[in-house]
């Protein structure tokens, strides 16, 4: 399940043994008006038609998936530059959920990213745009108010003690002094299920096949 308003394209580099690993990429639905997550992550269950499978989740797909493993018999579940719970979540997520400053992010300016393209200033925000163009699926502002609000204010306070928790500890989203019991990957950003693909085609079987 890839991040919050992104495609499976994030996924591209990502190559595990065939004879070993069948993939199957979840695409993000859009959400009913005042759908809970839960809710949302029962729709998600019903895309899947194969039973103890493996559920690997970035960022707001990795809460996602967690909220989809209370209703699955799972063989191993993974997340990916996320949260397990709330307490995880940085000072400036609280803070919103506290004060509902989310309901005033301008949500709709995301179907205007060809409008900020003319106006790029500097060869990092040029960059940082193409990025956008090309992993990001969901563009509709409904989408993203809906995802922004429940990655802000998800209240879980347990998590599965067995889930496997991936995190760089340059992550400027969630950073790395918020997070406990990870595996770390020294220099990994908030996107390095992109750029450092390697560390996870090498030690994503074993992680997997792991008892």
């Known amino acids: 399940m890839p991040g919050m308003a992104a495609s499976p394209k994030i996924f591209e580099y990502i190559k595990l043994p065939e004879d070993q690993f069948k993939l199957h990429f979840l695409e993000w639905l859009m959400p009913t008006e005042h759908e809970s997550l839960n809710a949302y992550a ?71 990213i060809d409008v900020f393209e003319k106006y790029a200033f500097g060869k990092l925000m040029s960059k940082r745009i193409e990025l956008y163009k090309m992993y990001l699926s969901v563009n509709d502002h409904k989408y993203l108010s809906w995802a922004i609000k429940e990655m802000v204010c998800w209240n879980q306070e347990n998590y599965d003690p067995d889930i496997v928790h991936i995190h760089g500890d340059n992550d400027s989203v969630f950073p790395i002094s918020y997070i406990s019991n990870c595996i770390i990957i020294p220099g990994g950003t908030h996107i390095m299920i992109i750029n450092k693909y390697k560390w996870f085609n090498e030690n994503l079987p074993s992680l997997i096949l792991d008892k």
Not at 72 to 87: A, D, P
């Open 42 to 112: 029962l729709r998600m269950v019903g895309l899947i038609k194969h039973s103890h499978v493996v559920l690997i989740g970035v960022s707001f797909g990795g809460v996602l998936v967690q909220e989809m493993s209370k209703h699955l018999n799972l063989k191993k579940l993974i997340i990916v530059s996320s949260v397990k719970t709330k307490n995880e979540l940085p000072s400036k997520m609280k803070l919103a959920r506290m004060t509902g400053a989310y309901k005033i992010v301008p949500t709709q300016l995301a179907s205007k």
